[in-house]
């Protein structure tokens, strides 16, 4: 029974690396680049969406609020004129008018918040994406053009901590000279 285990993971090996030679890791690698870039357009679409929305709501919040000013102006008249009926109907518009913009300012700051939140991740996102194409750009480099893969060691993105040491020597260097 060993004997058929062992031949079967040999030949499952084997198999798995003709399948590796025939993939083309640079066509593969490509490939992965362009989804995320992809997935980077979504991201700024809906950001773009989000914006959109939040200006929207915020105009209209504008208009409803100069509607309100003339509605208070309407009412002034209603009162010297001792027009109780129609300064009834024009408290009524107003309290409707306030709710509304309540509404509109609860969704402008939902948006803002939306907002804040898809660019966060949107900049975490560039991040690791450009980081990610500076190694895929290294590895296709690297990469042999007869196709055959190899097995590459990783190295780390450079953090931003790097930078900022390599900055400070660099700044000690010029210091010197």
């Known amino acids: 029974m060993a004997l058929i285990t062992r031949m079967s993971r040999l030949f499952?090996?084997?198999l798995h690396a003709v399948l590796d030679r025939l993939e083309e890791p640079d066509v593969l690698l490509k490939q992965a680049i362009r989804e995320m870039e992809d997935e980077l357009a979504l991201r700024e679409h809906r950001?773009?969406?989000l914006d959109h929305e939040r200006e929207q709501c915020t105009r209209q919040a504008g208009d409803v609020e100069r509607e309100l000013v003339r509605t208070g102006e309407q009412l002034d008249v209603?009162?010297?004129s001792g027009e109780d009926q129609l300064a009834r109907t024009l408290l009524k518009r107003r309290l409707e008018m306030e709710q509304v913009v309540a509404r509109l300012r609860t969704r402008i700051d939902v948006s803002a918040k939306a907002l804040a939140a898809e660019h966060e991740q949107l900049d975490e996102q560039?991040?690791?994406?450009?980081?990610l194409r500076q190694q895929a750009?290294?590895?296709l480099q690297d990469l042999p053009r007869s196709g055959a893969s190899h097995a590459m060691p990783y190295q780390p993105p450079v953090t931003d901590d790097?930078?900022?040491v390599a900055l400070l020597q660099e700044k000690q260097r010029r210091s010197r000279s």
């Open 12 to 14: 499952t090996a084997d």
């Open 126 to 131: 560039r991040r690791a994406f450009d980081s």
């Open 47 to 49: 950001i773009r969406l």
């Open 137 to 139: 750009e290294a590895l």
């Open 162 to 164: 790097d930078v900022e």
């Open 78 to 80: 209603c009162f010297e």
